[in-house]
C-alpha cells in the first residue's frame, strides 16, 4: 500500500487546472415511475476543467449518482446539453460513448458492480480486455493495480470472498488500472473504515497530482475537504459551487 | 478484443450452467446423431453390398419372377405377383436357347421351408442352413470353390442323383475328424451322398456363407415338390464387350420360353450387380431422406431451445451486460460474446452427435460384417450447419444483448 503522501495538515497546493472537459449546460432527469414522474435532476449547469478535484455533496436522493452516471457517459441527460472534451455526448453512438468509458474514464461505483462469477485479478483486468491489451501485459497492470489497493493477496477471491471494504477497492483497482484521466468515485470510502479511506484518498490526491482529474461522490466532509472545490446538491439543483472551505 | 477472450468467456458461462447447456445441446446432438448414423450406416452397407453383390460376378445378370427393389404400388404388385412361376421345363429351355451365346447359365431353387438342419449319424449342425437346388454352374456364378471333392457334372443333374455339397461350418459341425466325402447327411429328411465341400467363404450382410448347402436341381424339385417353386436363373456373358448382346438375346430367349406375343411385357424381372445396387441406392436415397428430414425436424426444435436459453441468458445476465458495458464493452463485444455461446453450445452438441452418429452407424455395420467408415462429407455438413443454426438462433438474443442500455442494465437485479 502506498503511504500518504500528503498529510492532512499540510498545505493542498491547488494545480492550475487546463482544458475544459466537462461542460454541462441545463441538464435535467426525468424519471417515470408509472404515472409519477421524478426529477432528479432539475436543470444543472457545472464546468469541469482537466486536474480539477472536485467534491460533489448533498443529501440522500438530491441526485448525485444520477449526476455522476451523466459525467461518465452511462446515462444521457433527459434534456439540456453535455460536452465531453467539446463534443456533444448526445451526438455520440453508443460505441463512441463505450470507448471513452473504456479509456478515459475510470468509475467507481457506489454499488461496486463486480462480476460476481469472476476473481479479482479478472474483475480488474476486464477494462484492459475490452481495451485489447495482451494477456501477459494486462496481467501485470491489474496486478499492480490491485498491489496499488493493497489486495496483492487476494487477488484469486471473487467478490462473495471479499469484505465489503475490499469489494470496494476491487472497483477501485479496476476503476485505475487503464491509467483513466478523468476519475469518477460514487462514495469510495462509503464501506472502509477512516484509515483504509485515508489510504484511498490519498491514493486519489497522488493521481491529482500527476495531473488527473479527480470526481468524487461523498456526504463525508472530511473525505470531501481532500477535494480543491465542492459542488453541493438539493433536490436536483446546485446549491452551492466553489473552492473548498 | 481478441476471439480467443471472446471464446473463453463462452466457455466460462456455459460451465455455469453445466446441465442446462447439456440438455440444450442434447437437442443438437440427437439432430446430428440420427443423420450422421444413418450416412455412416448407408454408407458402410453400400461399400459391403457393392463388395457383396460381385459374388455374382461382373458378367452376370439374372431373371427371377421378383424384382428386388420395393413397390409401393399395389397395382404393380398384384400384377407380379399374379406372374406364372419360372418353372425347370423353361429354364432348361432357355439354356438351350443360350447355348449359342453362353454355357454358363445357373438355375436356383431356394429352399424356403423354413429353418433346416443336416444330420450325420448323432452329429447335427445348427438349423438355418441355405439350401439351394441348383446345377454344375453354381460354383462360377456365385464364385465359389470346392475345398475337397468334385463339383456337379450334367450328369449329377440329368439324373437327379441325391448328393450334395456341403459348406465349410457345416464340415466343422459334422465331419469334425473324418473325411466328409461319400458320407450320407440327412437334409430336411431325405439323405444325400456327399461328394463335395466348399472352401470357406466368410459371410456377407451378417449371414454366413458357409452354411450353404447345394443339391442337384432335378433332385431338389422332386424331393420338395414344384409346385410352388420360381426358378432364379443366372446366365454369364462371355465377356465385358459381349455383355449387353447377351443381355439382348436372353431376354429374347426368356420372352420365347414364356410364350410372351410381342406387344406382351416381360412377366419376368431382369438384374445384374448393377440393377441391384440400383435397387439398393433407390432405398438407401428413401432412408436417407427420411433421416434428413426427421433431423432437420430435430435441428429446428433444437434451435428454438437454443434461441430460447439464450434469451433466458441475456435476461438472466443483464447485469453482466451492464456491468461490461460501463468498463468499455463495445456492442460488437456483448454480440460475439452471445453469439459465440449459442455457436459453441450448437457445434459441441453437434460434435457429439458426429461421433455418436459415426461410432451407432459403424457398430451396425460390423454386426452386419461391413467395413468400417467415416462419412467426412456428411460431418462437414453437419458442423457447418451447427454453425448456422448457432449463429441463427443466438443472432436475436445476442442483438438484444448487445443494445441493452448499461445505465438500466446496472440496475437490473
Ligand atoms: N432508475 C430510476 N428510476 C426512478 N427513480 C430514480 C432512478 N434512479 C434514481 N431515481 C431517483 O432519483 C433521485 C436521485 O437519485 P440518486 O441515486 O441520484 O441519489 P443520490 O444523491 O445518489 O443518493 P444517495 O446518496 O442515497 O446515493 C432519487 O429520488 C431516486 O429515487
Ligand atoms: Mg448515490
Redesign the interface.
Known sequence: MIPPTVSRSAARAVRPPGALVIEIEGVTKLYKMGTEIIHALRGVSLNIRRNEYLAIMGPSGSGKSTMM?ML?C??TPTAGRYEFSGKNVAHMI??EL??I???EIG?V?QTF???P?SDALHNVE??L????MSPHDRRERALLALNNVGLGDRIHHRPNELSGGQRQRVAIA?ALV?NPSIILADEPTGNLDSRTGEEIMALFEQLYEQGNTIIVVTHEEDIARHARRVVRLRDGLIESDGPID | MLLNEILRMAFASLGVNKLRSMLTMAGITIGVFSVIGVMTTVSALRGSIESGLSFLGSNIFQFSKYPTGITNDGNSRRKIEARRNVTLAQAQRYQQLMEGVTDVVCLKAPYRDGPLQATYQNRKTEPGLNMIGTNEHFLAANQFTIDIGRNFNPEDIDLGRPITIIGANIVKKLFPSESPLGKLVKLGGRTYTVVGTFAEKGSTFGQSQDDMVIVPITRYLSDYGSANVSINIATEAPDQQHYNEAVDKAITAMRIVRGLKAGDDNDFEIYSNDSLIAAFAKVADAVRAGALVISGIALMAASVGIMNIMLVSVTERTKEIGIRKSIGARRQSILLQFLIEAVVISLAGGVAGIFLGVAAGNGLAVWMKAEIVFPWDWAAIGLIVCTVIGVGAGLYPAIKASRLDPIESLRFE
Open positions: 452516471n461518465g452511462l446515462d453508443d460505441d463505450a470507448e468509458r473504456n479509456r468509475f461505483f458492480n463486480l462480476l462469477r476486464l477494462p480486455i475490452y481495451a485489447g479496476r487503464n
